[in-house]
């Protein structure tokens, strides 16, 4: 069977967290401390040999034993139905997004969901680098008039008319107040109407993942995705934040407005991916 880890039992899949890299994951540890949200589904409650990650509206994640049996042979099952369910009630999620660690999983997570027409992608990781991003943020627009930039607090929040900003920290946050207290985040405003954010959806001590996003289409190709970032930035320059930047290689936008603010291809691990 796969089981429901309850939130107070996260810690016991530390052991799982084998290498460096696990050891060291952002999104992983944001989870296991209950910092943000997420899932943990395992095979045994008291002793796990293997896990699912689910990050809240975003990826799953495996760790453990890849050929632990109690596990892999109720996967298929596990996936079409209750973690198709538990995503949807969630987030409203539509899709199964895996990344998988190495080879091993890799062959296990294809198997499991070969009924499935499913596309492979790859999750780029970026290491940020502020010497790079100070060389550069000279050469970006200006904010266009008409615009301003503040930093999102419970006002900012409070006030904004489509409840935007809340929607989005529901994603990745238990509470507004868990953001407001560990999180940061920016906004462009044109009136009262927040146009584009940045914001930490993803919490390890001082270490922040970054969460960017535009959201009215004709507000687009201003540069406003790239200024915030900026005033976001910042923040973490002078507060001794380590920012942190995640993308699909197919997401040629998100891919190229990281590297132009700074920041440095690492790392990369393959993902599968489809619709329930």
């Known amino acids: ?37 997420g899932t943990i589904y395992v095979d045994n409650l008291e002793q796990p040999r293997t896990a699912l990650i689910d990050a809240t509206g975003t990826i799953s994640i495996f760790i453990g034993d890849a050929e632990n049996e109690e596990f892999i042979k109720h996967l298929r099952e596990f996936i079409d139905n209750q973690l198709k369910i538990d995503t949807y009630l969630s987030c409203g999620g539509t899709y199964f997004l895996a990344v998988v660690p190495d080879e091993t999983w890799e062959m296990v997570v294809k198997n499991v969901i ?13 290491q940020f680098n502020p010497e790079l991003f100070n060389t550069r943020k000279s050469s970006y627009r200006p904010l266009p008039q008409g615009y301003t930039i503040k930093k999102i607090n419970a006002e900012v929040i409070h006030n904004d008319p489509n409840e935007l900003l809340s ?13 407001l207290r560990q999180g940061v985040g920016y906004c462009v405003l044109k009136g009262e109407r927040i146009i584009s954010a940045c914001l930490s959806c993803c919490v390890n001590e001082k270490n922040h993942e970054i969460s960017v996003e535009t959201y009215d289409e004709e507000e687009m190709n201003k540069g406003l995705a790239t200024l915030v970032c900026t005033a976001y930035l910042e923040h973490c320059i002078k507060n001794g ?17 990281g590297k132009k603010l700074g920041f440095e291809f690492e790392s990369k691990c393959k993902t599968l991916e489809f619709e329930f």
């Open 1 to 37: 069977m796969i089981y429901k880890l309850d939130k107070k039992d996260y810690p016991k899949i530390r052991t799982l967290l084998r290498t460096p890299e696990q050891k060291n994951d952002l999104t992983l540890n944001a989870i296991i401390n209950r910092t943000n949200r």
């Open 114 to 126: 070969s009924h499935r027409e499913y596309e492979t992608d790859y999750e780029y990781y970026y």
């Open 167 to 179: 929607d989005v920290l529901g994603e990745f946050w238990y509470s507004i107040d868990d953001f």
């Open 241 to 257: 934040i380590t920012p942190y930047w995640s993308t699909l290689e197919t997401n040629v936008e998100s891919n190229r407005l």
